[in-house]
């Protein structure tokens, strides 16, 4: 286990396709993170999981995402109806219960809404 | 609303000399203050961080400085090197549930 892994690394779709992204965690870790990071900016957090449960969600996680975390290891991020504005880097990243020692995050999935 | 506002945007420091970033915040419930490093491409790399009961912390050339009164934070790279070209970005996490919250990253260049 080298990591977090993300997949896919660079995604391009058309407006109004739905689109889903994988990651998978260190296996140690039981809390998994999903964020949003646009260029110039930091990274902006959407949602996590503690195990298989979803914990909390962003405001910025409109209706049209949704993140599992079945059985408590890999998790997807999908986005349905994408909307140009959805164009960023999503980054996953994991850690044990309450991050105290930080994060491990993935090398993002790259999303391009033409 | 920006918890973790941090300065400069962009810094360009000669080889050899000190890059320093600042972050400031207003949350006085953080308890601990990270720092990383990302590469074009890459996702974010945890460099060094600090919790608010000491001042200091260095590891290598690089070292984190910490006013608890002023909630502020700072990171410094000594010998700055070209290969410490990257965007460098404070954080801050309280106690809990809640998550890691990120400045908006500083573009640093090393030039020869």
């Known amino acids: 286990d080298t990591g977090v892994s993300q997949d896919p690394r660079h995604k391009i779709t058309k407006r109004g396709q739905n689109v889903t992204f994988r990651c998978d965690p260190i296996s140690e870790h039981n809390r998994l993170y999903w964020y949003r990071q646009t260029l110039g900016q930091g990274p902006e957090f959407l949602t996590y999981f503690q195990n298989e449960a979803q914990l909390e969600k962003s405001r910025l996680l409109s209706d049209r995402f949704s993140a599992e975390r079945p059985k408590g290891s890999f998790s997807t991020l999908e986005i349905q109806r994408t909307e140009q504005g959805d164009s960023a880097m999503y980054l996953c990243?994991?850690?044990?219960?309450?991050?105290?020692?930080?994060?491990?995050f993935g090398s993002g999935t790259r999303l391009t809404v033409v | 609303q920006q918890q973790v506002k941090q300065s400069p945007q962009s810094l360009i420091v000669q080889k050899g000399g000190i890059s320093i970033i600042n972050c400031a915040y207003e949350?006085?419930?953080?308890?601990?203050f990270p720092w990383y490093q990302q590469f074009p491409g890459k996702g974010p790399a945890l460099l060094i961080a600090i919790r608010p009961d000491v001042s200091e912390k260095k590891e290598g050339r690089f070292t984190i400085s910490f006013n608890k009164s002023a909630k502020q934070f700072s990171l410094h790279i000594m010998d700055s090197q070209p290969g410490d070209s990257a965007t460098y970005f404070c954080?801050?996490?309280?106690?809990?549930?809640?998550?890691?919250?990120f400045g908006k990253g500083t573009r640093l260049s090393v030039i020869a």
């Open positions: 949350n006085t419930a953080f308890d601990y």
């Open positions: 954080a801050a996490i309280s106690s809990g549930n809640t998550p890691l919250v």
């Open positions: 990243a994991s850690s044990f219960a309450a991050g105290r020692e930080g994060y491990t």
